[in-house]
């Protein structure tokens, strides 16, 4: 162990050193007091330069002290929140990738549901428009109805007015109206079809309505009947405002044909002229000289009757002529034959006396009548003597005897023999028959349970009612 002088002797040195780094020249051995300012000072500004670097070297040698002396939780929890960290980027990165996906698989789904959406505001748009004019359509329909409705209102009290109707004949002037009504609706459509042509819906209003109008209980309303229902004649209603007087130009009437069925048939005409009442009663227009609008019509008229042709002789009808129109297709069944109950009842196949006495009340020289053997043919009669409504009169054809057999032949399938109980070529009147036949037999049926009924009430036993009836009625 070093002495007290060693220590002295090292001091000395380190002393000496520190003034050769320093540069000075000053020697510390003269004594070991208080040292010159000079030195002072020196030795002051090396100890803050040593102090400094101590310093510095001492705080990064304790932060590498405290670092590598740190706990080891705190590390292990470190780790831990980096693993989390991780561990929820890649669960991000999976969701992310999982909504990626599903997005994708779900395109078509969605783009089916955009467009059903898109075709769904495009049908309930339609839906709604289409219901919003089916709810309008009714109101304006009916708007029209009732502004028709009321203006035929006042044309009719108007009319009622001017004809002096009666108040027991309103119903009648409604019903025969109502049928005129219907009538002009039929022809406007007729008119239409021929112009343009018409839809289904049309076609199937026409057809109904036109059914309807020749139905036996709408033909009835024209009539004037007594208590019993026999009818009188045209009501004079009907007569006033539902037929109709034209003229010939205006009804395209240029010529009457009249066929003789007599060989001096000629010679009477073209001496004493035109006579009517030659003519016979039981025809569709009475006691009137028929004429025909062509060979063929007039030749298929006394056809009918199993008659012969003898002379031809043509008319030409004079344009300014009054003509009674009756050719419309739905008062067809008016002019036609009636039907055999209606026959019986009013003794007479037709109406020819009705249509006379209305063509003479509105002083037309001519009543013009649809063709029964002819489709689209005309007849014209004439009821008053002379030439009136005729311009001139020609013999434009005489048949011989060999002509007669070809026109025999040609017509023997039209020969028809008309009475009271002749059933009409018109399906109105076959509904007539049918309707007939059927009211006979409920008559019959009827009667059988007013027998039974009788013996009943009279307190027979049934068995000797019923050998009573067989007595009364034979079995058939």
């Known amino acids: 162990m070093p002495g007290k002088d060693d220590k002295n002797r090292m001091r000395a040195q380190a002393a000496s050193s520190g003034n050769a780094q320093s540069g000075g020249n000053f020697s510390v051995t003269r004594h070991l007091g208080r040292p010159s300012p ?224 007599n060989p001096d048939s000629l010679r009477f005409i073209q001496r004493d002229g035109i006579d009517p009442t030659r003519s016979q009663e039981s025809g569709r227009g009475d006691r009137g000289f028929y004429g025909a609008g062509d060979r063929e019509t007039s030749l298929k008229e006394i056809g009918a009757h199993g008659f012969k042709p003898h002379h031809e002789i043509t008319h030409t009808i004079d344009p300014r002529a009054k003509v009674r129109d009756f050719t419309h297709p739905v008062d067809r069944p008016i002019i036609s034959n009636r039907s055999a109950d209606d026959a019986e009842r009013d003794g007479r196949p037709n109406r020819g006396n009705f249509v006379k006495k209305d063509t003479l009340g509105a002083e037309a020289e001519f009543a013009a009548l649809p063709s029964m053997r002819q489709r689209s043919g005309i007849n014209t009669i004439k009821y008053t003597a002379g030439m009136s409504g005729y311009k001139s009169q020609t013999v434009t054809k005489t048949y011989n005897a060999e002509e007669q057999a070809q026109q025999q032949v040609k017509l023997g399938g039209h020969k028809e023999t008309f009475g009271p109980h002749q059933k009409d070529e018109t399906t109105a009147t076959r509904r007539d028959v049918h309707a007939h036949r059927q009211r006979t037999a409920h008559r019959a049926l009827f009667a059988e349970i007013h027998d039974q009924a009788q013996l009943m009430r009279s307190g027979r036993p049934r068995a000797a009612a019923v050998a009573s009836e067989h007595e009364v009625r034979p079995k058939k």
Do not use: C, W
Request: hydrophobic content about 35%.
């Open 38 to 261: 000079a030195l002072a000072s020196t030795v002051t500004a090396n100890r803050a330069r040593a102090s400094a670097a101590f310093s510095k070297d001492h705080i990064e040698s304790r932060g590498r002290e405290t670092l590598f002396e740190a706990p080891r939780e705190v590390l292990e929890l470190r780790h831990k929140e980096n693993q989390m960290a991780a561990a929820a980027k890649k669960v991000q990165a999976r969701l992310r990738g999982g909504h990626e996906r599903e997005r994708i698989l779900r395109a078509p789904v969605h783009e089916d549901k955009r467009e059903a959406a898109k075709s769904f505001a495009k049908s309930y748009k339609s839906a709604e428009t289409a219901r919003s004019h089916m709810l309008s359509e009714p109101v304006s329909s009916g708007r029209e109805a009732m502004r028709a409705s009321s203006t035929n209102l006042m044309a009719d009290i108007k009319e009622v007015g001017s004809l002096g109707v009666k108040p027991s004949e309103v119903k009648t002037f409604s019903g025969i109206k109502d049928r005129q009504r219907q009538k002009q609706g039929v022809e406007a459509l007729e008119q239409k079809r021929a112009q343009h042509g018409l839809s289904e819906d049309e076609t199937l209003q026409l057809s109904a309505a036109s059914s309807k109008l020749r139905m036996r209980s709408e033909v009835s309303k024209l009539m004037d009947k007594d208590a019993s229902g026999k009818e009188q004649g045209f009501h004079r209603l009907a007569s006033a405002i539902y037929f109709q007087t034209k003229t010939a130009d205006e009804m395209g009437l240029k010529h009457a044909i009249h066929t003789t069925t």
